[in-house]
């Protein structure tokens, strides 16, 4: 019977010691992936105007604060058939926003565009669910690129 006890624990010793050795490679594999892996990202907006341009809101996640995020307002026009970037616009500060909130249901406020020459953009995103909106930012988009409104 004390063979048995003392085997049963040998086993169990080996067991845990497979876990933990699983969880130290499983913990640097994955620590190696993260330190290359590419930026997170979300559309979370997007317009177009006619066929002149397209205009997109992406949220992106930071790389440094799991919590922080930026937006990146992009505007495209048509070339040869193919939408192209013309030009892109960091919306607030660079982590200045919260990802879930960006990414949850309700994160766009107000997201208003025009068909006009040039073309007024309003934008306004969630800060957090108790504290509401942001203050809405104006732009106006001439001839494809993105100005302070």
Not at 116 to 132: C, D, K, M, Q, R
Request: hydrophobic share 40%.
């Amino acid at each position: 019977m004390k063979l048995a006890r003392n085997h049963n624990r040998t086993r169990l010793g080996v067991a845990a010691g497979l876990v933990a050795l699983s969880a130290t490679v499983l913990g640097a594999a994955g620590a190696s992936a993260a330190g290359t892996a590419a930026p997170q990202s979300r559309q979370i907006g997007s317009s177009v105007l006619g066929s002149d341009y397209r205009i997109t809101l992406t949220a992106l996640r930071s790389a440094d604060d799991q919590y922080a995020a930026s937006v990146r307002l992009q505007v495209h026009t048509q070339t040869g058939g193919a939408w192209k970037e013309t030009d892109r616009v960091t919306v607030g500060d660079v982590d200045g926003w919260f990802w879930y909130p960006l990414t949850g249901s309700g994160a766009v406020c107000e997201f208003s565009t025009a068909s006009t020459e040039p073309a007024p953009l309003t934008v306004s995103l969630l800060l957090t669910p108790s504290l509401g909106c942001s203050d809405p930012t104006h732009y106006v988009v001439k001839e494809g690129r993105v100005f302070a409104g």
